[in-house]
């Protein structure tokens, strides 16, 4: 079979020769089929080119949340560590509380069987593996120890609450100002001169001064009886009685409460009185005791 062959002709302006060459059909052929392979191969290597293009966008995006990530958690364990601390400080001033309420005479008969201290050996456990242990665990640390610690100030909010009640029914200050001519305990009888024992204190105050109560109370007695004259007796509860003798009168009645610091009758003489003064007693289940026991100086 004859070789097929393809003319090119270079057809130059008038004054030059016309230039023909002639190519095999074959090399044509192939140079089209090189052609064609070349677009290709080159267009794919567009595609993977644009691809990859895409993908070290993509890499350098997440590389860079990557980072932040990085720099969010050490921020976090910082925000951990601080917080740490400062829950430690907490359970410190939570324990230092307690002690406090522990030797306090008014918050004592609550305070002990509730009471147990928060934190404790655990805080230095807690702030020791701060730095070690995943940040999880340390949220979740965390979490326990505010939970004891909220536990922990509820009882001493309630504590305390109770404290203030207590105190509002103690007899804590004094029904009269005025100097003491009698103390509580033996004492020589001031009609016969024999030794005898004195229930309470005598306070001396002006006739018609202000007799105030203690402590909050309940009037259970208001009427005359024997040497008492004029006797007034408080129930503050907690088996805990007071009585104000020789009154010259009676500014309230039997049933009534009484808040701390209320007026309840005036100075008097009446009974077994040489002068004008309250004699003034403490009693406990009914047994008398030195009312300077819960009284300030003064
Ligand atoms: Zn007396």
Known sequence: MAKRFYSCMVVPDANHRLHRRRMPARLLHAFGVIGVI????SVALGFAYTQMA?????????????????????NLEISAQELGSRVTALETVSEKLTK???SDVFARPFAKPNIT?????????ATATLSSDSLRNNVALLLDRTNDLQSHFKLLEEVTQKRAVAIRQTPTIWPL??????RFGSRPD????????HLGLDIVGNYGSAVKAPADGEVVYANRKSDYGNLIILNHGNGLTTRYGHLNGFNVHVGQRIQKGEVIAGVGMTGRATAPHLH???????????????LPRG
């Open 38 to 41: 070349s677009f290709l191969v």
């Open 54 to 74: 895409f993908k070290v966008a993509d890499f350098d995006k997440l590389q860079a949340e990557n980072n932040e990530l990085k720099i969010e958690t050490k």
């Open 100 to 102: 406090v309420m522990e």
């Open 117 to 125: 201290v928060a934190g404790g050996s655990r805080e230095n456990q």
């Open 177 to 182: 100002q005025g100097p003491i001519v009698s």
């Open 190 to 197: 001031p009609y016969t001169g024999d030794a005898e024992m």
């Open 280 to 294: 003034y007693e403490v009693r406990q289940y009914d047994r008398p005791v030195n009312p300077q026991l819960y």
